[in-house]
């Protein structure tokens, strides 16, 4: 296995990173020396616990409750990271959501949420 890349000069955002998959990655760009920012939709709960296990101080790292479908939020999230850390270069968009219940009864408002998180929501932050 090769040696992690050092990512010192960059600040990473990772939507949906307060857990699973998304904090994993951000668990990865932290120890490859990215100042890292993980955004989660609204438990700010799993947000804080999630932030305990990234390395650095509040120099290095930072969360925040962001709904990724709510353009005023990404714009208004994008600001905040700029101020605390720095402008993003890396961006991982792993906001996702789905429906718990089986397609045949799965409501055309709860598809709409998943759409507007799954792919809105990557829209909006990758622009």
């Known amino acids: 296995m090769s040696p992690p890349t050092d990512l010192g000069a960059d600040v990473a955002l990772v939507t949906g990173g307060s857990r699973n998959i998304g904090l994993a990655i951000a668990r990865a760009l932290r120890a490859s020396g990215a100042r890292v920012c993980i955004w989660g939709a609204s438990d700010r709960e799993a947000l804080d616990s999630a932030l305990g296990t990234l390395d650095g101080g509040d120099e290095a790292r930072c969360g925040m409750l962001v709904r990724v479908e ?13 101020a605390r850390l720095g402008p993003v270069s890396i961006l991982v968009n792993n906001a996702a959501i789905r429906p718990e219940e089986p397609l045949e009864t799965t409501t055309r408002a709860a598809w709409a949420s998943v759409l507007d998180v ?10």
Not at 70 to 82: M, P, T
Not at 118 to 127: P, Q
């Open 70 to 82: 709510d353009e005023d939020a990404v714009l208004g999230g994008f600001d905040e990271i700029q």
């Open 118 to 127: 799954n792919l809105t929501g990557a829209f909006l932050t990758s622009r």
